[in-house]
């Protein structure tokens, strides 16, 4: 069983930055991909970026591309979400989501593991 639990949400102001936190519990992080996806109100839940289990691939959102980083510690089991020049558009609940495959994937379907999310805020 592998736990997820997220951090670093909180009130930005719009061009600012924030960086999120994902610490896994279980064994064998350093084999998991891991995604962040993001769910505005009376939206759906869609993609962000992710990253496969060597750190060598990162796919991003095109929205996201030049202003989002994500990177992985595995000394520490955490994952990061960098994000800048934040804008109202980036206004969700952001989840980290791991799977055993060790992908890169996109698609939520791809991830068995999901943590509760951190509110991530936008002062205009």
């Known amino acids: 069983q592998v736990q997820l639990v997220e951090s670093g949400g909180g009130l930005v102001q719009a061009g600012g930055s924030l960086r999120l936190s994902c610490v896994a519990s279980?064994?064998?992080?350093?084999?998991?991909?891991l995604g962040w996806f993001r769910q505005a109100p009376g939206k759906e839940r869609e993609f962000v970026s992710s990253?496969?289990?060597?750190?060598?691939?990162?796919k991003y959102r095109d929205s996201a591309k030049d202003r989002f980083t994500i990177s992985r510690d595995n000394a520490k089991n955490t994952v990061y979400l960098q994000m800048n020049r934040v804008n109202a558009d980036d206004a969700a609940i952001y989840y980290c989501?791991?799977?055993?495959?060790?992908?890169?994937?996109?698609?939520?379907?791809?991830?068995?593991?999901w943590g509760q999310g951190t509110q991530v805020t936008v002062a205009s």
């Open positions: 989501a791991a799977t055993f495959r060790g992908v890169a994937g996109t698609g939520e379907y791809e991830y068995r593991y």
């Open positions: 990253i496969d289990w060597s750190g060598d691939t990162k």
């Open positions: 279980g064994r064998s992080f350093d084999r998991y991909g």
